[in-house]
């Protein structure tokens, strides 16, 4: 039998019916395959944080400063970093600032003179930890000002370029100066158990 293409018959609407499903199969398959490989050549990746002497990938959820600079110790003895502030879920009925923050430090230079009471202004020595095959010398610090608390923890370490620092700043307010039973007292320990973790990803040169 002749098919003739240039007259509209039953089996030349089949074979069109035929190519236009097949062509739709087609096309979907490959849309369908580009999407799966381009997942897989794209997949969600959180960053590391690099600077001179070590990296640290930021944490999921908390806001990133990398112009930071801590600035407690008075004039002319500013000291330069980055900082990761506490995401809101942390905080939310709780006597928790939203100010609270970890932060990784650095003084250049102060290789010799590198301990953890070097980034406080009335350090309380916390005696020492290793990690990472880093000596870390720790140091803690507080504050009080009108109904204010002001807890501050501080590992440091020589690193290539001077003295390396983590710093815990937590602020939050004294828990009797809310009306009885809008806030709960927030949990330290797990917030401090979560700042640890953080501080564990962190890799000095």
């Known amino acids: ?72 110790l008075g004039p002319g003895k500013d000291i330069k970093g980055i900082k990761f502030t506490i995401p809101a879920s942390l905080r939310a ?42 000596r870390f010398s720790v140091a803690t610090s507080s504050d009080v000002a009108a109904g204010n608390r002001y807890d501050e923890t501080v590992y440091a370490t020589p690193f290539t370029n001077g003295c390396l620092a983590v710093r815990y700043f937590i602020h939050y307010g004294a828990i009797e100066n809310y009306p009885a039973g809008t806030i709960k007292q927030f949990d330290e320990q797990a917030l401090l158990n979560q700042f640890d973790k953080i501080r564990h990803t962190l890799v000095v040169e």
Not at 14 to 38: D, Q
Not at 107 to 124: D, F, Q, R
Request: hydrophobic share 35%; proline share 6%; net charge negative.
């Open 1 to 72: 039998m002749t098919i003739q293409w240039n007259k509209v018959t039953w089996y030349s609407k089949l074979l069109a019916v035929i190519l236009f499903v097949l062509t739709f199969y087609v096309a979907f398959s490959l849309g369908a395959s580009w999407g799966e490989n381009k997942t897989k050549i794209n997949p969600t990746i959180i960053p590391t944080i690099t600077s001179k002497g070590f990296s640290i990938p930021p944490p999921a959820g908390y806001a990133i400063d990398e112009s930071y600079t801590y600035q407690a």
């Open 93 to 134: 009925g709780t006597n928790l600032s939203s100010d609270s923050y970890i932060s990784v430090e650095t003084i250049p230079g102060a290789i010799n003179s590198c301990s953890a009471e070097i980034y406080l202004g009335n350090p309380k020595s916390a005696g020492f930890t290793d990690e990472n095959g880093h």
